[in-house]
């Protein structure tokens, strides 16, 4: 299974709304990451996760709250989220080499969650 | 700025012509990847160059990385449909963190 899935595919939501993103791998990876993609814009790293510890975070405003609950899967939970944040979601999963070290290795990518504001 | 460069921004290709794609940084690069999109999906692994000089093709696919280890090229051979899509190089510029390029957009037509 070399499959990183991610659901639901799409989702909109109120500006009030609490909701969540999944992702799941089964490739015995050890790191997990969040990237956000707007159009017409390359992915941009928002969360890594290395053996289930939060390693990376990129800045990102607290309405975004990421979970790692084990090795396999990951969430991104979303809440009080603004129009802007509208965008393509996307995990994605790497054999963990060396921690702390250059050359992640190959990322394994999610189809991506579309998700759009109101 | 953007970390990472890639040119052209697009490229319109007749099928079967030759093509390349540059992806340019201001800092060493110690891994190299390239990725390719489909609108709104997620990426696809191409290849991935750690060594100056390193040259790896699949299919019809080439990809370098210069001696410098700041500058990487993908070239394609005889374009088809199905080589239509983003690409994107990436690189850990950072440790731990895999950045990606500005992106090239590839059309190509019958």
């Known amino acids: 299974d070399t499959e990183v899935t991610q659901t639901p595919k799409h989702l909109v939501m109120g500006m009030t709304n609490k909701k969540s993103l999944k992702c799941e791998q089964h490739?015995?990876?050890?790191?997990m990451y969040w990237y956000k993609q707007k159009a017409k814009k390359p992915p941009e790293l928002m969360f890594v996760y290395s053996y289930e510890k939060l390693s990376i975070n990129e800045s990102v405003p607290s309405r975004f709250s990421p979970e790692c609950p084990n090795s396999s899967l990951l969430n991104l939970h979303l809440h009080a989220l603004q129009p802007e944040d509208s965008a393509l979601y996307l995990c994605?999963?790497?054999?963990?080499?060396?921690?702390?070290?250059?050359?992640?290795?190959?990322?394994?990518f999610g189809e991506g969650s579309r998700l759009t504001v109101l | 700025s953007q970390e990472l460069e890639q040119s052209p921004q697009s490229l319109i290709v007749q099928e079967g012509k030759n093509l390349t794609i540059n992806c340019t940084s201001s800092?060493?690069?110690?891994?190299l990847y390239w990725y390719k999109q489909k609108y709104g999906e997620g990426l696809i692994f191409l290849m991935m160059l750690q060594k100056g000089g390193e040259e790896k093709s699949h299919e019809k696919i080439t990809a370098k990385l210069d001696e410098k280890k700041q500058q990487s090229s993908l070239h394609i051979t005889a374009s088809q449909p199905s080589h239509a899509g983003i690409y994107l190089c990436g690189a850990e510029l950072h440790r731990d963190k895999l950045i990606f390029g500005t992106g090239t957009r590839l059309q190509v037509f019958p």
């Open positions: 490739m015995g990876h050890r790191a």
């Open positions: 994605a999963s790497s054999l963990r080499r060396t921690s702390g070290s250059f050359n992640t290795g190959e990322l394994f």
């Open positions: 800092k060493t690069l110690y891994g």
